[in-house]
C-alpha cells in the first residue's frame, strides 16, 4: 500500500513538474512575440502579448513590461494600474523610484485630462 502512494505522488510530482516547463516555454513564447511587437512599436500588441507571459506564468516582471508598452502607446490609465500592480507584486523592486515618479506622473496626466474635459467650451460657432 505504501509503495502504491508513493508511485502515486511521483507520477502527480513529475505531472507539475512537466506542467511547470510548458507554462515557461508559454510565458517564454509569448515574451518574445511581445519583445518583437515592442521593438517594431506595436505596443498596445506588445501588452497583450506580456499579458499572456503573464497568465502563464506570474513573474511580476511581466507586469512591468505590460505597463512600459500601455505608457508607450499612450494608454495613461493602463499602464498606471499595471505600474502599481508590479509594486504591489514586487514591493522591494530594485526600481521602485523610477516606477512610482512614472506613477505620480501618471497620476498627473491622468488629472489634467481630466480637469480639461470637465471645462466648459471656450469659444462660440
Not at 79 to 88: E, G, I, P, T
Request: proline letters at 6%; hydrophobic letters at 40%; a neutral charge.
Amino acid at each position: 500500500m505504501r509503495r502504491g502512494w508513493f508511485v502515486l505522488f511521483a507520477v502527480l510530482s513529475l505531472c507539475a513538474v512537466a506542467r511547470a516547463d510548458n507554462d515557461t516555454a508559454e510565458a517564454r513564447r509569448h515574451y518574445d512575440q511581445g519583445s518583437t511587437a515592442y521593438s517594431l512599436g506595436d505596443f498596445t500588441h506588445a501588452a497583450e502579448e506580456y499579458k499572456a507571459a503573464y497568465k502563464a506564468k506570474p513573474d511580476p516582471a511581466f507586469l512591468y513590461n505590460i505597463a512600459q508598452a500601455y505608457r508607450l502607446a499612450n494608454d495613461a490609465p493602463n499602464a498606471l494600474f499595471f505600474y502599481k500592480s508590479f509594486l504591489h507584486n514586487l514591493p522591494d523592486a530594485p526600481n521602485r523610484p523610477e516606477v512610482e515618479d512614472r506613477i505620480a506622473k501618471l497620476e498627473a496626466q491622468i488629472a489634467a485630462q481630466n480637469a480639461r474635459g470637465k471645462q466648459p467650451p471656450s469659444t462660440t460657432i
